[in-house]
């Protein structure tokens, strides 16, 4: 059995995505869609990097039943033993189910069973209540269920077994709103990319331990802010002499709040034109056309469609000037939702022809790595490219 589990975000594609490009195919197991099994300790997980992932937790046991008062007998049953491990003072207790139909009324009561028996043990305790099956991020973090008098269990159902898991880290939300809501500049017209997308796309790009990372479509900064934060060196530009500013501010901000030891270079440029020296992986947001409250008519699509391509296609014809065979990078290009499906960019269908392949995983499927919030037009699709 796998030694760590890792709850996936809203769109349990691109966490898995990003666990594959960084661990290998073979190093995880996806579990009912929501979750996946990894094959290394939690200690050893670098956690705080994975945009894709919301909690990470040890696995302690599998169950084979998905029965729940089954599962709540189990706990009741061996919880006694493990109390001995938490230092004196109040337990904190938190239960989390996922991938069962139970109701968050159920898991309640069912925690409510396990204080009882907690409290027989001579060990008084709170519990967390349930506002859904599982505790949210806030909850566990406000309650500190990873800290050394918290035990957060999650009951996770896998095909017709259930693996019990105890949370040992819950995704920082205060530090990725403080980073993205902190910086002195965003710009809803070049669109707000959150941190936690601009994670996965840095770690869908899998730069080695001492890359340069160049974003040739820098925006404000998002991308380069969380590669230098996981430890690398950037370089970014953009074609608005604005942008470039904003940019650079928002990364003097990023230094002066965090040690950071990266090298940094911004600079304006047109990404289908520009030659950069000395860069190692592409990660970027590139331009995705103009924004869209609501559907557009065919003909404005279309025209939008054709405009955005174009740049696109240079650019790839640029980069691929500057690179050799195995050069690695990830886009997040434009998807646009309509009535009837995404149109993709056209350009994607001659990638071979412009000298790369694009990559496929094991574990999800090129046409889920579409990052789209209810009611956006333009989404996001990620595609990872390799050099021919
Ligand atoms: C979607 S935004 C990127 C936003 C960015 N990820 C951020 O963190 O703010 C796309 C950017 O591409 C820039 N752009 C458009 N055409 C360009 C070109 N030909 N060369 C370089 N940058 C370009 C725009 O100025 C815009 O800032």
Same mark, same amino acid.
């Given at each position: 059995?796998?030694?760590? *589990?890792?709850? *996936? !975000?809203?769109?349990?594609?691109?966490? *898995?995505?990003?666990?594959?490009?960084?661990?290998? #195919? #073979?190093?995880?197991?996806?579990?009912?869609?929501?979750? %996946?099994?990894?094959?290394?300790?939690?200690?050893?997980?670098?956690?705080?990097?994975? @945009? @894709?992932?919301?909690?990470?937790?040890?696995?302690?046991?599998?169950?084979?039943?998905?029965?729940?008062?089954? $599962?709540?007998?189990?706990?009741? +049953?061996?919880?006694?033993?493990?109390?001995?491990?938490?230092? +004196? @003072?109040?337990?904190?207790?938190?239960?989390?189910?996922?991938?069962?139909?139970?109701?968050?009324?159920?898991?309640?009561? #069912?925690?409510?069973?396990?204080?009882?028996?907690?409290?027989?043990?001579?060990?008084?305790?709170?519990?967390?209540?349930?506002?859904?099956?599982?505790?949210?991020?806030?909850?566990?973090?406000?309650?500190?269920?990873?800290?050394? &008098? @918290? =035990?957060?269990?999650?009951?996770?159902?896998?095909?017709?077994?259930?693996?019990?898991?105890?949370?040992?880290?819950?995704?920082?939300?205060?530090?990725? %709103?403080?980073?993205?809501?902190?910086?002195?500049?965003?710009?809803?017209?070049?669109?707000? &990319?959150?941190?936690?997308?601009?994670?996965?796309?840095?770690?869908?790009?899998?730069?080695?331990?001492?890359?340069?990372?160049?974003?040739p479509f820098c925006g404000?900064?998002?991308?380069?802010?969380? +590669?230098?934060?996981? !430890?690398?060196?950037?370089k970014g530009s953009d074609i608005d002499p604005r942008m470039v500013d904003y940019t650079r501010?928002?990364?003097?901000?990023?230094?002066?709040?965090?040690?950071?030891?990266?090298?940094?270079e911004v600079e304006i440029g047109d990404a289908?034109k520009t030659?950069w020296? !000395?860069?190692?992986?592409?990660?970027?947001?590139?331009? $995705?056309?103009?924004?869209?409250?609501?559907?557009?008519?065919?003909?404005?699509?279309?025209?939008?469609?054709?405009?955005?391509?174009?740049?696109?296609?240079?650019?790839?014809?640029?980069?691929?000037?500057?690179?050799?065979? /195995?050069?690695? =990078?990830?886009?997040?290009?434009?998807?646009?939702?309509?009535?009837?499906?995404?149109?993709?960019?056209?350009?994607? /269908?001659?990638?071979?022809?412009? !000298?790369?392949?694009?990559?496929?995983?094991?574990?999800?499927?090129?046409?889920? &790595?579409?990052?789209?919030?209810?009611?956006?037009?333009?989404?996001?699709?990620?595609?990872?490219?390799?050099?021919?």
């Amino acid at each position: 059995m796998f030694p760590s *589990l890792l709850i *996936l !975000g809203r769109q349990p594609a691109l966490g *898995l995505a990003e666990l594959e490009r960084l661990f290998g #195919s #073979s190093a995880i197991q996806p579990v009912n869609g929501l979750a %996946a099994l990894l094959d290394r300790p939690p200690d050893q997980v670098p956690f705080t990097r994975l @945009g @894709g992932s919301i909690k990470l937790a040890k696995v302690l046991t599998q169950l084979d039943t998905i029965h729940w008062p089954e $599962l709540v007998d189990y706990l009741t +049953a061996t919880l006694p033993e493990h109390l001995n491990y938490f230092p +004196a @003072g109040k337990l904190k207790f938190g239960l989390s189910a996922v991938g069962f139909t139970v109701t968050a009324a159920r898991v309640n009561a #069912s925690a409510l069973q396990i204080k009882k028996i907690i409290k027989q043990a001579g060990r008084s305790v709170r519990i967390i209540p349930n506002n859904e099956a599982a505790l949210n991020s806030a909850q566990v973090l406000r309650n500190q269920l990873t800290g050394e &008098l @918290g =035990m957060e269990l999650v009951l996770v159902r896998n095909g017709r077994q259930t693996i019990l898991a105890q949370t040992v880290q819950e995704q920082d939300i205060d530090a990725y %709103a403080a980073r993205d809501h902190g910086r002195p500049h965003r710009d809803a017209k070049v669109g707000m &990319l959150p941190p936690k997308l601009a994670q996965i796309i840095v770690n869908l790009a899998q730069p080695s331990p001492e890359s340069t990372l160049l974003d040739p479509f820098c925006g404000t900064g998002v991308i380069l802010q969380e +590669a230098l934060l996981m !430890g690398y060196a950037v370089k970014g530009s953009d074609i608005d002499p604005r942008m470039v500013d904003y940019t650079r501010q928002n990364l003097v901000w990023l230094l002066m709040n965090s040690p950071l030891h990266g090298g940094l270079e911004v600079e304006i440029g047109d990404a289908t034109k520009t030659s950069w020296i !000395g860069f190692d992986v592409i990660a970027t947001e590139t331009y $995705l056309g103009r924004p869209f409250s609501a559907f557009p008519a065919a003909e404005v699509l279309q025209q939008v469609m054709q405009d955005v391509d174009t740049i696109h296609k240079k650019f790839l014809q640029n980069i691929a000037q500057q690179t050799n065979h /195995d050069f690695h =990078m990830c886009l997040a290009v434009p998807a646009w939702k309509t009535p009837h499906g995404f149109k993709h960019l056209k350009t994607l /269908d001659n990638l071979e022809e412009l !000298g790369y392949t694009r990559l496929k995983f094991v574990h999800a499927r090129n046409e889920d &790595l579409i990052y789209h919030r209810e009611g956006q037009v333009v989404a996001r699709e990620l595609v990872v490219l390799q050099r021919k």
